[in-house]
């Protein structure tokens, strides 16, 4: 079939599906969407491309769709029909847990429905979602962790159980147990976020199915192992549901659909660029070492069964790891001790960045060794888990025991690849160009903190270019695509997100905005208070902010979502309360974010004024149509100033280059973020809304003008102070 047939066919579908909808409101700007998709992902060549052939053509569109939209049909309909009929799967990626649950529990299945051809769909998590039903058997059976209870270790796991309380224990025991029983009988299918409530992290972490860890097809419980079960449904599915960290996290692992090989779709694309700064970060621990002789000692054994002879190395790079960490942690505190020591008020650890990513001379040498070692006692372990996994094949009947004692070598193995990795990053020094510019550098920085008897120094690194990183990781393999939000615009174009995201240039790549059907004009009022008090002075503007706010939220008769821009501002504003409105003020920090939600709900329902104060996080994501937000409250403008190590290493390259680290980085993330808050109000076309502003420098500076560029076209009205 030609490119233009399946261009057609894919958008036949979709219109076929919007007819099938009872009472469906046909929506120019959805099917605008659908047909730049249909053409888009019919462009991209798929598959592997003959030795000598040309580059195969990649094509990738980001589209801004405003609220109301429709994006999830717009998208789904059109991807998964050309995808039946190129004989290849859809992956959508999301970047929260609330969009993948929509898909999954509600659009996919109604489109299957709807859809002549049949697909199946799944969602796919990582690896640590799932239970090890190996490592589940020995905690319900002994209540002590997995990686100590082999009898090679009896030693090792004794010392720990002399430790331990008898209760605690027994207490142990009896949970795994009853976890156990649960799975045995079908009352649980493995999966954690099926547990309510959810474990736990310290409780989770013992049982979870690592890659590490894990021998896969050689374990003796593969056949009922819930993660691969899980797999198989996925590799049956012809569109798999995943979120952006999974997705990147495994690039290259096989885990899922090959990126040249099928459709991606990036839901909530504005969260990919944060995402991949977080994922390719990396921190080591240089005081807290003992791990590295339990992993020296436990390779040692395990080598010696195996007869492997590269165990000989193992001495010679365990100590040599050890005393270069130990070499590098005192070098850091003789260089930035004082620094460190001087934060001693601050919220979490202490920490001191690198200047321009230009790390000391005397730290080089000591990173350099601990790269040597820690590659080296990596190559070990790799011959250790080749011959147990030889072994577990040719001897069936020893599996369990083989099994385990790879889980106690691979059970550390992570640490191990952290400090070589992070020691990967900090050695990497910045150069300077022939033109005299110089190279991009990682933000390296170091922390101090208290853990009860330790004071524990750590090295961290990043890369701070996201754009860079994922052209590097995932467009190079990414051959058709489509990335979609209600917010990748910034100040009025595209070109901020698709920097950040790495296809600026990039000639694979259309844009496309398709507005909101929503008569926002009509339906909202955007006020601005112009207040006397200097937003950058925040005592004082936050007395006068809290005054007006408190008069404008006594007028509210239904649903209302104040936005703050720190904990400490929402608590004066709390504490402000008048008694007679503390009776309808729901604080985030109070309560679990669904018992909040449903109280609101059920206030409103019942013809109550209920107001919610909020962070950030309440400003994204909250879908609260009709009464329950007639009132949105925007306390401050959301600025994030690049305060955190790779923000600032950012921003001083930036400087260093000769530009403008707030024209280019503040103010257009600041831009999104608003225009997610404000997309709070507005949620059909029958709602109408009020949006408060209480920063003056909205209106009363260049930047502000370019933020309102960015904003839903309410009927503005301006207030005095």
């Known amino acids: 079939m030609s490119q233009k047939k399946w ?20 929506r120019e700007g959805q099917r605008k969407m659908a047909a730049q998709i ?19 053509q990649r094509a990738i569109a980001v589209i801004q769709a405003g609220t109301g939209v429709g994006k999830s049909l717009a998208y789904a309909a059109p991807a998964i029909a050309m995808a039946l009929a190129r004989g290849t799967r859809v992956l959508i990626s999301t970047a ?27 969602l796919a998590k990582g690896r640590g979602r799932f239970v090890c039903k190996l490592k589940l058997e020995r905690l319900a059976s002994s209540g002590e962790n997995s990686d100590e209870v082999d009898d090679l270790f009896a030693e090792e796991a004794t010392e720990q159980r002399k430790t331990r309380p008898k209760a605690e224990t027994e207490a142990r025991m009896q949970f795994y147990t009853s976890m156990a029983d649960a799975l045995a009988t079908g009352q649980w299918n493995g999966d954690r976020d099926s547990l309510t409530p959810p474990p736990e992290a310290e409780a989770w972490a013992p049982l979870a199915a690592e890659g590490s860890s894990c021998t896969g097809r050689h374990c003796p419980a593969f056949d009922n192992c819930t993660y691969y079960e899980r797999r ?34 990036l839901d ?81 650890p202490a920490r001191v960045r690198v200047p321009r990513g230009d790390l000391p001379d005397p730290l080089l040498e000591p990173l350099a060794q601990v790269m040597h070692n820690a590659s080296g006692f990596l190559d070990v372990l790799r011959a250790i888990a080749k011959a147990l996994k030889a072994e577990i094949k040719d001897k069936p009947d020893e599996a369990q ?22 020691a990967q990053l900090l050695s990497q020094q910045p150069e300077t160009r022939e033109d005299g510019s110089q190279s991009v550098p990682n933000a390296k920085w170091f922390t101090l903190e208290i853990d009860g008897d330790f004071i524990v120094v750590k090295g961290h690194a990043s890369p701070i270019l996201p754009g860079a990183t994922l052209r ?68 004082a503007f936050t007395r006068e902010m809290v005054e007006r706010l408190l008069n404008d939220l006594s007028r509210v008769q239904a649903g209302a979502l104040v936005l703050f821009t720190s904990r400490d501002q929402m608590r004066q504003a709390v504490d402000a309360l008048p008694s007679a409105m503390r009776n309808y003020v729901l604080v985030q920090t109070a309560m679990p974010r669904s018992m909040l939600l449903a109280d609101h709900r059920a206030r409103v329902e019942q013809g109550l004024p209920s107001i919610i104060f909020g962070m950030q996080s309440f400003g994204e994501g909250l879908d609260l149509p009709g009464a329950l937000c007639e009132s949105l409250f925007i306390t401050k403008l959301p600025f994030s100033p690049p305060d955190d190590p790779v923000g600032e290493s950012r921003a001083e390259w930036l400087r260093s280059s ?64």
């Not at 993948?100 to 299945?109: A, G, I, M, R």
Request: proline fraction near 4%.
């Open 232 to 265: 198989k449904e996925m590799v049956a599915a012809q569109v798999i549901v995943a979120n952006h960290d999974l997705l990147l996290s495994s690039l290259g692992a096989r885990l899922l659909p090959e990126l040249d090989n099928s459709l991606l779709i």
């Open 7 to 26: 261009a057609t066919q894919a958008l036949d579908s979709f219109d076929s599906v919007v007819a099938s909808i009872p009472g469906f409101r046909v």
């Open 38 to 56: 249909a053409q888009t992902l019919s462009n991209a060549q798929l598959g592997k491309v003959e030795e000598g052939a040309a580059d195969p």
């Open 96 to 122: 929260t847990v609330a969009l993948q649950e929509q898909l999954v529990n509600k659009d996919l299945p109604a489109l299957a429905q709807q859809l002549p051809t049949p697909f199946k769909f799944a």
């Open 472 to 539: 590097h990781h995932l467009w190079s393999q990414v051959r058709g695509a489509v990335l979609t939000s209600a917010t990748l615009t910034s100040c009025g174009g595209f070109d901020f997100f698709l920097r950040e995201a790495g296809l600026h240039g990039d000639a694979a790549v259309q844009t496309l905005e398709v507005a909101s059907p929503f008569d926002y004009a009509a339906q909202g009022t955007l006020v601005a208070h112009q207040t006397q008090a200097d937003p950058r002075e925040a005592a």
């Open 268 to 348: 909530e694309a504005h969260h990919l660029p944060q995402t991949a700064l977080s994922q390719f970060a990396c921190d080591m621990d240089m005081s807290r070492l003992t791990w590295i002789d339990k992993l020296a000692s436990r390779a040692l054994r395990v080598g010696q069964l195996m007869e492997v002879d590269e165990i000989a190395d193992i001495a010679g790079y365990s100590s040599g790891l050890r005393e270069h960490l130990t070499e590098l942690a005192r070098l850091v505190m003789s260089l930035y001790g004082e620094q460190l020591k001087g934060q001693k008020d601050s919220w979490g």
């Open 401 to 422: 025991r083989l099994s385990a004692l790879y889980a106690q070598v691979g059970t550390l193995a992570p640490r191990l690849e952290a400090v070589h990795d992070t």
């Open 658 to 721: 000769g530009r403008n680290p707030f024209n280019e980085l503040v103010v257009p993330a600041t831009a999104i973020r608003l225009a997610q808050w404000v997309g709070r109000a507005i949620r059909t076309e029958e709602d109408q809304a009020h949006v408060y502003c209480y920063d003056r420098r909205l209106v009363a500076t260049s930047y502000g003008a370019q933020l309102l560029k960015g904003l839903p076209p309410f009927t503005l009205e301006k207030r005095m102070a």
